[in-house]
């Protein structure tokens, strides 16, 4: 450890698993992996190992049979043709096929075995790509606007600052070691395409006037996330400059390391040390460490959009064009994969971009081009004109696969997605998010309808059930959705949701949207 570990200075502060973390840093059980398990087998792993195998970016999925899931980091969502390529013949090869489109912009696997991690690795690390510490109480994935580069509404171009960053965290033994997860968020896109309040560390668009120049950079937010107590993360008076960018970000980091709660797991996040010392302290703190900072400038967020962009738009660049397309609750597969990256190199620039909405989009696609790849085969599925419910619904993994899950999700939403486009016409889009259990994978608090699986009891006993909660939005005025009473059977959803939609349309007025109503 280059770095004095403060927190070792009193170990009864500490919860179980930061001896686990001390004994061996995450990262090393990468090696373990390589050298060992795949050799020994999954019967081989220690209780240990197998929760450091979260900085592999590998979990155990249900049942505990021997197959793991894994996540891929895509930084921003932006990946190419050919690491798309690389990303299904994995899936091919090792996962059933299967592959998920998270709500972190990632790729996430099924079906792993751990005989097979050494080679998957190899395989991503060719095309440069991570599944390391895309999971694990660590820096993860870094997530931001997937249009970076082509988007008429961003202030700059963020691909280079997510890079640096990202390359200066990814495997650093300095960073390893965080009370807990932790998430970034880096955009320049006025509608906050990169959800900056529910992540721990989010720069956003701003300007503001140095030494008698306009200077484009970020305001910065600190503390947010979701889980059983979400909070929103709140704004630090600073403007960072591009080139600062990575220095506040080590800088924000370092707190959380250095002073982020060790003693209890379930209040060890960033937002819970936010929410006690307050945005003024927290700044205080960052400038002893690195140094002044400019005060706030201007912001330039002028609304949200969820990442939604359904059908063709055009870029910054004259002449071209991007395509939405929705990925049912983000399942997709191998074959899917290789046709998108096909599509991709024939009629635009060979991109593949991965959306917090589980869905994607091609981009680079000349005006002339753009009526012969909407014909691809591939895109009747992944449609760019989806349905509207199927459009909007969000999922997280739920019990098919998760050991946390409490009832089953993907399956159920689609089902839902489907009777309520069957049954339900409106002239405004409404998001609906599903999780399997209160840890929020599928970002329930900022969905229009957030429903949260649990289990009510019948006279048959234990059945699937969900808590429905109503408004979330992020941008300004920012608010997570507030629950409704009861709880609805897992079979009624559908129909419940369709006479809560029905009720709100007959009864909004002019002007009225549904997370307002
Ligand atoms: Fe699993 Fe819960 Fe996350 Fe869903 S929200 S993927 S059930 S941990």
């Given at each position: 450890m280059a770095y004095e570990a403060v927190w070792m200075k009193d170990p009864s502060k500490l919860n179980k698993f930061e001896f686990v973390k001390m004994e061996k840093d995450g990262l090393d059980v990468i090696r373990t992996i390589i050298d060992q398990y795949a050799a020994e087998g999954y019967d081989s792993i220690t209780e240990d190992d197998m929760n450091r195998f979260k900085w592999a970016g590998v979990y155990e999925q249900k049942p505990r049979d021997g197959h793991f899931m894994m996540r891929v980091r895509i930084n921003t969502g932006i990946i190419t043709s050919e690491q798309a390529r690389a990303l299904a013949s994995i899936a091919r090869d090792y996962g059933r096929d299967l592959i998920d489109?998270?709500?972190?912009?990632?790729?996430?696997?099924?079906?792993?075995?751990?005989?097979?991690?050494?080679?998957?690795?190899?395989?991503?690390?060719?095309?440069?790509?991570?599944?390391?510490?895309a999971c694990g109480d660590c820096p993860r994935t870094i997530v931001g606007n997937p249009l970076a580069g082509i988007d008429k509404d961003e202030l700059m171009d963020t691909r280079e600052i997510?890079?640096?960053?990202?390359?200066?965290?990814?495997?650093?033994?300095?960073?390893?070691?965080?009370?807990?997860?932790?998430?970034?968020?880096?955009?320049?896109?006025?509608?906050?395409?990169?959800?900056?309040?529910?992540?721990?560390?989010a720069y956003v668009p701003a300007t503001k006037v140095i030494d008698g120049q306009e200077v484009i950079g970020f305001?910065?937010?600190?503390?947010?996330?979701?889980s059983a107590k979400p909070h929103l993360a709140q704004e630090l008076d600073i403007f960072i400059r591009p080139e600062e960018a990575l220095k506040v970000a080590i800088g924000?980091?370092?707190?959380?390391?250095?002073?982020?709660?060790?003693?209890?797991?379930?209040?060890?996040?960033?937002?819970?040390?936010?929410?006690?010392?307050g945005p003024e302290k927290f700044k205080e703190k960052l400038i002893e460490i690195i140094g002044d900072m400019p005060s706030k400038g201007e912001s330039k967020i002028a609304g949200w959009n969820a990442v939604y962009y359904d059908g063709v738009y055009p870029q910054a660049q004259e002449g071209l064009n991007?395509?939405?397309?929705?990925?049912?609750?983000?399942?997709?597969n191998a074959d899917e994969f290789e046709q998108l990256a096909d599509v991709a190199d024939?009629?635009?620039?060979?991109?593949?971009?991965?959306?917090?909405?589980?869905?994607?989009?091609?981009?680079?696609?000349?005006?002339?081009?753009?009526?012969?790849?909407?014909?691809?085969?591939?895109?009747?599925?992944?449609?760019?004109?989806?349905?509207?419910?199927?459009?909007?619904?969000?999922?997280?993994?739920?019990?098919?696969?998760?050991?946390?899950?409490?009832?089953?999700?993907?399956?159920?939403?689609?089902?839902?997605?489907?009777?309520?486009?069957?049954?339900?016409?409106?002239?405004?889009?409404?998001?609906?998010?599903?999780?399997?259990?209160p840890n929020a994978c599928g970002q329930k608090h900022i969905?229009?309808?957030?429903?949260?699986?649990?289990?009510?009891?019948?006279?048959?006993?234990?059945?699937?059930?969900?808590?429905?909660?109503?408004?979330?939005?992020?941008?300004?005025?920012?608010?997570?959705?507030?629950?409704?009473?009861?709880?609805?059977?897992?079979?009624?959803?559908?129909?419940?949701?369709?006479?809560?939609?029905?009720?709100?349309?007959?009864?909004?007025?002019?002007?009225?949207?549904?997370?307002?109503?």
């Open positions: 489109v998270t709500t972190r912009q990632a790729i996430q696997y099924h079906w792993l075995r751990v005989e097979h991690l050494p080679d998957i690795f190899k395989r991503l690390e060719a095309v440069g790509l991570y599944s390391y510490e997510v890079e640096q960053i990202n390359d200066f965290f990814l495997m650093n033994r300095d960073f390893s070691n965080l009370p807990r997860k932790y998430k970034m968020s880096i955009s320049a896109n006025i509608y906050n395409n990169a959800h900056a309040e529910i992540n721990d560390l305001h910065a937010y600190v503390g947010g996330g979701l924000v980091t370092t707190i959380f390391r250095d002073y982020g709660y060790r003693e209890k797991r379930h209040q060890a996040r960033l937002k819970f040390l936010v929410a006690d010392w991007f395509i939405g397309l929705n990925v049912p609750v983000g399942r997709t024939q009629y635009g620039d060979g991109k593949i971009r991965t959306t917090m909405s589980q869905n994607i989009m091609l981009s680079g696609i000349p005006t002339e081009k753009v009526e012969e790849a909407l014909k691809a085969p591939v895109l009747q599925r992944l449609s760019p004109n989806a349905k509207h419910f199927m459009s909007r619904t969000v999922s997280c993994t739920g019990n098919e696969f998760c050991n946390l899950a409490v009832v089953e999700t993907k399956v159920r939403a689609v089902r839902v997605a489907e009777y309520l486009d069957a049954n339900v016409e409106l002239d405004e889009k409404i998001r609906i998010h599903f999780i399997g259990c969905a229009d309808i957030g429903l949260q699986g649990s289990l009510v009891k019948t006279p048959e006993g234990m059945v699937d059930a969900f808590d429905i909660a109503v408004g979330g939005i992020l941008g300004p005025g920012a608010k997570f959705n507030q629950a409704l009473k009861g709880r609805v059977k897992g079979d009624d959803v559908a129909e419940v949701l369709a006479k809560l939609i029905l009720f709100y349309k007959e009864g909004r007025e002019s002007g009225e949207s549904f997370h307002n109503y």
